[in-house]
């Protein structure tokens, strides 16, 4: 999640022009939680299409309705396997490319020459760099200060530090995967896993309400499964945006932009939190787990960008989480019987770009800037899901690394303070159709009415794609998007 006040205001000022034509019945009709401040009003009267008039929303149905969850399918039961095509696909084994896997080994080969190499002449740059910040306060105080319960021993000892983290800061590259370590070895099977394509990816993103954060207002999946992929020319990603029924009045904005209703890959489905959990249950146990001979030959991953966390938000609401491997050190389990479970990998974003370029700059819209990806509308967790899926694939891919020079640590390093002066230095951009879309909505798109006077359209605030539905259960939200 990244935080972007900043960015509001530009947003709030243009919408305050239209602020006026909408729906006033619908803005009244709008129960904000008690004791909160109102977001945005033309945020709060997005159409669900079928929503149950009587449906009940807000902190208090929330809690209630996540008191009294239970997850009916536990950690087997799918009704995936109803549908033929995904029944199918537990026949399909894994078929091995000695070539690629060759290559794989030739450019990993490589990679520990070149990191090997880069780390010293790095470690070896930062400790001269290291050497003058000591020099100069040996010749200032005649030593270097030292921990102290000292008052101003403590304070020179601060400052010493400060100058210390400001060439470190300012050294590039600073090399956080030296092989040998458990970083670069996490790196390593990142690309194996990916670049082999052997690997089912299940990315997720969980919005909570930044007022209660035990509250999940939104989750996101997008799924690539390889066995979809052998012969598709075009990347077949499922993707599903699930929207918390009981939370939908609730809405960011102190802290996070919220964007719930501007999903750009499809229908938002809104769903009874129970309901939430059987749907996000019944795709775990699909796809996480194995079921035939053919499904063991096959790995598996979580995917997110600081995914500790959303995993632990699934929990919280109730969903069965398998055994995790979040170093891809654990070797597969022995597998005495048909369905035995196995380590699922747990693949994150955030945690490559810091082993290799640093902890600086590591939001996922700087990453997808960094490596030229196009997006919109962060903060909507089925966007979120789907952007940090294809930015693992980017990631994990040898053949992208070598082709944008992900491993030229210098250069990416010198690229990503570019970024940061520009930030400093540019005013921020509100993307001219944003405006212009507002403005010809509100001015444009009206007709000519009884007595020559003007009815201007009605406005939604929401992305012009599906929209949001409503659905009683999980199994009819799931078939909704096959079609």
């Known amino acids: 999640m990244n935080s972007c006040p900043k960015y509001m205001k530009a947003y709030e000022a243009v919408v305050k022009m239209v602020t006026h034509r909408f729906n006033s019945k619908a803005v009244r009709n709008y129960h904000q939680p008690q004791g909160l401040n109102r977001t945005l009003i033309t945020r709060n009267v997005a159409r669900v299409r079928g929503m149950v008039p009587s449906t009940r929303a807000g902190v208090g149905s929330y809690k209630s309705s996540s008191s009294k969850l239970m997850n009916k399918l536990g950690r087997r039961k799918t009704w995936m396997n109803e549908f033929p095509h995904f029944y199918s696909l537990h026949k399909i084994a894994y078929s091995s490319n000695d070539k690629l896997n060759e290559e794989i080994r030739e450019y990993l080969k490589i990679l520990e020459a070149d990191y090997h190499s880069i780390h010293e002449k790095s470690t070896e740059l930062l400790d001269k760099k290291l050497k003058v910040v000591d020099d100069e306060w040996v010749q200032k105080i005649g030593r270097i200060p030292e921990a102290s319960k000292d008052d101003e021993e403590k304070n020179l000892r601060k400052q010493y530090l400060a100058n210390v983290n400001d060439v470190k800061n300012e050294h590039i590259p600073m090399m956080n995967c030296q092989p040998g370590s458990s970083q670069f070895t996490y790196l390593c099977n990142t690309i194996k896993l990916l670049s082999s394509n052997k690997t089912i990816c299940f990315a997720i993103d969980v919005e909570a309400f930044e007022f209660d954060t035990d509250i999940v207002t939104e989750i996101g999946i997008s799924i690539y499964d390889p066995r979809e992929n052998i012969h598709s020319l075009t990347p077949i990603i499922r993707s599903y945006h699930l929207i918390v029924a009981e939370a939908l009045p609730l809405r960011n904005k ?11 890959l499809g229908e938002s489905l809104v769903l009874p939190l129970e309901q939430c959990v059987e749907f996000i249950q019944s795709l775990i146990n699909f796809y996480m787990k194995c079921e035939t001979e053919q499904d063991l ?29 979040n170093e891809l050190t654990k070797a597969a389990d022995p597998v005495e019987s048909k369905g035995d479970e196995r380590h699922a990998k747990m693949l994150d974003t955030g945690k490559i770009y810091s082993i290799c370029y640093g902890k600086k700059g590591s ?14 509308f962060l903060h909507n967790a089925g966007n979120d899901a789907y952007y940090t899926l294809l930015l693992i694939l980017k990631l994990g891919d040898y053949n992208f690394r070598r082709q944008i020079g992900a491993d030229d640590l210098e250069t990416m390093g010198h690229r990503i303070r570019e970024w940061f002066k520009r930030e400093k230095d540019e005013p921020k951009v509100v993307p001219m159709s944003y405006v212009l879309s507002v403005m010809n909505a509100n001015n444009s798109n009206s007709k000519v009415i ?12 929401q992305t012009e794609f599906s929209g949001s539905q409503w659905f009683q259960n999980a199994r009819a939200a799931f078939k909704s998007t096959l079609v």
């Open 363 to 376: 939001s996922l819209g700087k990453l997808l800037r960094l490596f030229h990806m196009p997006h919109a």
């Open 254 to 264: 102190k802290f996070v932009c919220d964007f719930k209703d501007c999903f750009l």
């Open 297 to 325: 030959t096959w790995e598996r991953a979580f995917v997110g960008h600081s995914i500790a966390g959303d995993i632990r938000w699934l929990k919280k609401i109730g969903v069965h989480i398998p055994e995790l491997d």
């Open 450 to 461: 009884d007595k020559g006077r003007k009815k201007t359209k009605d406005l939604v605030p």
